[in-house]
């Protein structure tokens, strides 16, 4: 698991075909990867990867077919900039949202301008998505924890505060850019409870967990 607050940036610096998925190297001098052991979790512009092999100020990891599917990475090129995140620990502050780093689309920039101090990105994402994504809720744009502060149909709009724009890629965007979204859990989960035939939670209705923040309204 993890929390959409980036440690710092990391460079690719290799990609290569394996049996037909592929192998990512990726070097990093901000984030401290002496804890960081086989087998444990990086997520990497949101996605959530495992580690295979170790270097000095490097890792590397496998991508399935379906990861390269489903996400930007298939268009990352060697000395592209990731934001990177290490997993939580039982310890650690929930200082974003809960985030599993497993990619539900792409979305695209559309537009950003000045918005005082910081700056208003608007995204539009698939219609399967925006129907998650609320009013003053969470996204997870490419690992990045942000709160929405508007929503259209198939567009919302985020703010993105100075230090947000330092420490993370954020700051590179321009309209185009393929992004990786990933919805709140939580809203995942209770529209599953909601399609049952016998609804976990009885008197729970999309209506109220819009005016609640955790949906939007169709």
Known sequence: ???GIIAGHGTLVRSEPVGGDRRLTVRSQSVDLAGVHLGDSIAVNGVCLTVVQLGEASFSADVSRETLAVTTLKDWREGDELNLELALQPQSRLGGHIVSGHVDGI?????RRPDGRSERLVFRVPQALARYIAHKGSVCIDGVSLTVNE???DTFGVNIIPHTAERTTLHAFRPGRQVNIEVDVIARYLE???L???PAAPGVTLDL???AGFAARS
């Open 192 to 194: 599953r409870l909601l």
């Open 107 to 111: 979305g695209e920039l559309v537009s």
């Open 196 to 198: 049952q035939d016998h």
């Open 1 to 3: 698991m993890f929390t």
């Open 151 to 153: 929503v259209q149909a």
């Open 209 to 211: 967990l819009a005016k």
